[in-house]
């Protein structure tokens, strides 16, 4: 089925983690209202215990669609992905749980973003997968993550007011408490 026929528009896979409840809760305040999005992982129990938290954020939450994937079933990964525009996943370590699904989402057709920090990783995935992504028309986006995104806007930030014509070596700081 193309990609805009489908079901939903986002799935939050590992939705029950840190990062994922973290995005769970974006979502359900601030997503616009015409976004049909769904929390998907590996415990079902775990998923619905997370959507009745989620409607104390926001009571439309209580129509979030669960869906149920687990990295060892590539069967799953293959139907979470047939299901929506793009799987949005948190589930890490990368290097050892994320492949199958970016095979899923190249396969059909999904866009995916992740949050992983791991080059290896992206590395590989664009070995393997990158051609068939291209044929099917998904975009494999990685490194959406706190770790990538303001280093990465502040180079291209920083590049608008330096000289194109000279060689440039950038770093990056950042500065937190918690
Ligand atoms: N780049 C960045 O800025 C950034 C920021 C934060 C985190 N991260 C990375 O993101 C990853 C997640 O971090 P976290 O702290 O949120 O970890 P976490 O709390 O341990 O969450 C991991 C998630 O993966 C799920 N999971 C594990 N094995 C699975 C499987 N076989 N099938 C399906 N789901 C599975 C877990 O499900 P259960 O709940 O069922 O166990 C859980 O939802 C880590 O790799 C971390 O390094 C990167």
Not at 114 to 130: C, Q, S, Y
Request: charged residues 20%.
């Amino acid at each position: 089925m193309p990609a805009h026929d489908r079901e939903l528009d986002v799935a939050l896979f590992g939705a029950t983690g840190f990062t994922g409840q973290l995005v769970a809760g974006y979502l359900a305040e601030h997503a616009p209202p015409e976004l049909r999005w769904a929390i998907a992982g590996r415990d079902l129990p775990k998923l619905q215990a997370l959507r009745q938290i989620l409607t104390q954020v926001a009571p439309s939450a209580r129509d979030v669609p669960i869906m149920r994937a687990d990295v060892n079933d590539v069967g799953s990964l293959s139907e979470l992905a047939a299901r929506t525009r793009l799987v949005a996943s948190t589930v890490g370590p990368f290097t050892e749980y994320g492949g199958p699904l970016v095979a899923a989402c190249a396969d059909r057709g999904t866009d995916y973003v992740d949050i992983t920090g791991e080059p290896e990783f992206v590395d590989r995935m664009w070995l393997e997968h990158h051609q068939r992504a291209q044929q099917t028309g998904a975009r494999l986006v990685h490194c959406c993550g706190f770790e990538s995104v303001p280093s990465d806007l502040g180079a291209w930030w920083t590049l608008q007011h330096l000289p194109t014509d000279v060689s440039i070596e950038m770093r990056a700081y950042v500065q937190a408490q918690g």
